[in-house]
């Protein structure tokens, strides 16, 4: 009884001041927002979780309102919001709400954008998300466990005119390394994770359960939204029987097109929407297939088609292009250009231990350019390049190791133009960008969102080993 009422009274108290911090972030959105802003509440807990089904016990994990994922937040394109975040835990966080160009201070990196959420308090987020798609929200504070525990959930901006399907649907895909009785395994951030593919887990789960079936009925279209919302497992997907349409990477829109060799390719922290024309047979079953580590393919789910006979005869015409988010166009023939070179790990063959690079800091594993920063984000972080606010920027990521990094950056989308020099078709964007070993990627955008950006490998092992750096826009 008394500790519900003494945390009442620390909410209140401190809800006093999350808003004059807020208001004195940004005096004139704030105060011009509050009236319209969709509210959302996010509480950050621990739960016990029906992860992998019966006869199994529940998993005890992290998460939001009690469940994993955490709710869905759907806002509409160009809709102020506000949530406010209570910290249940018995730990600092913060919420980093990825994808979205927002304002620097509701980034949610705690010490380099707001102080971290102490345990019993709350934050309010603000921001009017710029563009429709589809995006994610995750801690950034002990990252490796507040993810790898469960902490995480999809935020879908609607476009204004909704996109003709008959369903539109999240599959947010988590990896977890569970012991014999379901439990979570300890060993988070082990060296060899680090060192190596990072902490890949035993255990997919579709929208927080082991899945058998996805239900579908014959006929019918389906937009797909398939987040990567794992601490380190990379996902090919195969459609058995289907032939998906990737229609937007990272939630901005590209050329509507058919994934090399019917695979759709997700890093963590990834999204593709993919459009499915549900042409199989009523009451067959077709398996989703995981195979991107050699020899170790697995069945993620299947689609489980109805009997009822086909929703309609023919299948929709009509383009599949989604309309384009209002991002700024590089201006490439007046651009300027940096190299960031990916550095560490193990290198070579199995049994050889030499880390890649020299004059990395003490105790990391990882580099860029050098240079290794550690953690989550904090205090006192130096950028390693200042940006002019409005250029435009070739960055040129060169993966000098021997693992695969999805690289990202806070803040801005990026234009995807070339991988090891071949021009990358179908106009794709990203804010994540999947570099396989030994590849060099050209990305190019506007630094038009001023503030001190992290770009850091979403392989969470790596970020805070080393594999992470910040950008000034200014
Ligand atoms: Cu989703 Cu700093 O990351
Ligand atoms: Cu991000
Ligand atoms: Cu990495």
Redesign the pocket.
Known sequence: MSAVASSAITRRSFLVGAASATMAASPPRAAESSGRAREFRLVATTARWPLVGAPHPHTDVWCYAGRVPGPQIRVRQGEPVRITVENKLQQDTTV?W?GIRLPFAMDG?PGLTQPPIRAGESFTYEFTPPDAGTFWY?P?ANSLQQLGRGMGGALIVEEPEPVPVDRDILWLLSDWRLTSDAQIASGFGNPMDAAMSGRVGNTVTVNGAVSTDEPVWAGERVRLRVVNGALARIMALRFEGHRPVVVAIDGQPCDPHEPDGGRVLLGP?MRVDVVLDMQGEPGRRYRVVDDFYDGLPYWLTQLAYDKQSPVRAHSLEGSLALPRNPLPEPDLANADRHVLTLQGGMMGGAGTSGMGTQGMSHGATWAINGTSMTGDGHAGMAPLLTLQLGRTYILTVRNDTAFWHPV?F?GHSFRVLNRNGSPVPYRQWADTVLLPPRQTVDVAFVADNPGDW?L?C?VTDHQVSGLMTVLRVA
């Open positions: 980093h990825h990196v995750h950034h922290a990202h806070h992290m850091h979403h």
